[in-house]
């Protein structure tokens, strides 16, 4: 797909951003009734099973293969998950290479009812203003974009470049899904960078991910452990029980290593959070490859959750953030 340019709202309009992004999909659909059959082939109903706020597509790239449509939808119905977030990766320590706005909305517009494509922009672009970023972002959402993230950015989380994205995703009322760790959106034991953001941000509601934000469940958390992959007890008081108490924008995804490690380093704690929690966690997995381990499903079934928690945590608490119907 060719780029779209995107430093100045006068650059493309809306409806021709739009206009853009339906014709190249409209030609995909022509063109794939194999992937219209793949996502159909055992498709969790609506309001049922999961919605992972948490998955990749991916391109070729060296050795590495591409994760397609076709197989993310069947590897989706071959777990129950009903709908699933596709997040783009657009800062340069984010990924391998970077995986673009527009190439994700045009990817997931033939599956819109399964597929939920996320934006992001890095704030550090050259000649991008702060008065630029609402303008564009309206244009992805416009394309179909129901958040920013994943947001990787090599900054701090509480970086003035990083405020004024969040602050347009705060008069846009979009979610943002955060990935904090010791390279992207750092931040200090107790997260005091993430309530200057929770502070400066109040419309957006922000989704924590990846080392620094789950290693923050325990309040013994280090400078030497925040990055990382703690183990043992968690101890009680921890930054994201204190920032939820506080900011009802505050919400945890659940993905990764990191989520299921928090989680799992202390069963007795991690069941009893995720039951205190229910209404502020998101089932997720961070899928971005055929043949991935993913241990989230097996693991937070054998918690014997509550019915009423596992489904705000598996669906309920992500179609309300995303306002999907």
Same mark, same amino acid.
């Given at each position: 797909m060719k780029a779209v340019t995107m430093h100045s709202p006068a650059v493309v309009s809306r409806r021709a951003f739009g206009r853009r992004v339906l014709g190249i999909a409209a030609g995909a659909l022509a063109a794939g009734p194999a992937a219209t059959s793949t996502a159909a082939a055992g498709k969790p109903a609506v309001g049922t099973g999961y919605v992972d706020i948490h998955v990749h597509l991916t391109q070729p790239w060296a050795s590495r293969p591409m994760l397609s449509v076709e197989k993310l939808l069947a590897w989706m119905n071959q777990h129950g998950v009903a709908q699933a977030v596709v997040l783009p990766l657009v800062s340069p320590e984010a990924w391998y290479y970077t995986i673009g706005c527009d190439w994700v909305l045009q990817q997931t517009l033939p599956h819109?009812?399964?597929?939920?494509?996320?934006?992001?922009?890095? *704030?550090?672009?050259?000649?991008?203003r702060p008065a630029d970023m609402a303008p564009m972002l309206a244009r992805y959402v416009a394309a179909g974009a129901k958040g920013l993230g994943e947001h990787k950015c090599g900054t701090a989380i509480d970086d003035p470049r990083n405020l004024s994205i969040f602050r347009a995703c705060s008069e846009l009322r979009l979610p943002v899904l955060l990935h904090m760790d010791n390279i992207r959106n750092t931040d200090e034991p107790g997260l005091p960078g993430l309530e200057?953001?929770?502070?400066?941000?109040?419309?957006a509601k922000f989704i924590g991910h990846a080392t620094t934000w789950w290693s923050s469940i325990s309040a013994d958390v280090t400078p030497q452990t925040i990055a990382g992959y703690p183990k043992g007890p968690v101890k009680p008081g921890g930054a994201i029980d204190r920032l939820m108490d506080k900011y009802e924008n505050l919400y945890g995804d659940l993905s990764a290593g990191s989520g299921l490690n928090a989680i799992r380093r202390d069963p007795d704690f991690g069941r009893e959070f995720l039951i205190r929690r229910a209404d502020r966690l998101l089932f997720g997995t961070d899928y971005l490859a055929e043949g991935q381990q993913v241990d989230q499903f097996a693991f937070l079934e054998q918690l014997r959750l *509550?019915?009423?928690?596992?489904?705000?945590?598996?669906?309920?608490?992500?179609?309300?953030?995303?306002?999907?119907?």
């Open positions: 819109r009812d399964r597929l939920i494509p996320f934006c992001d922009i890095d *704030p550090r672009a050259v000649y991008l200057r953001v929770l502070r400066a941000a109040p419309e *509550p019915a009423e928690v596992q489904a705000k945590i598996f669906r309920d608490n992500a179609r309300r953030v995303l306002g999907l119907k």
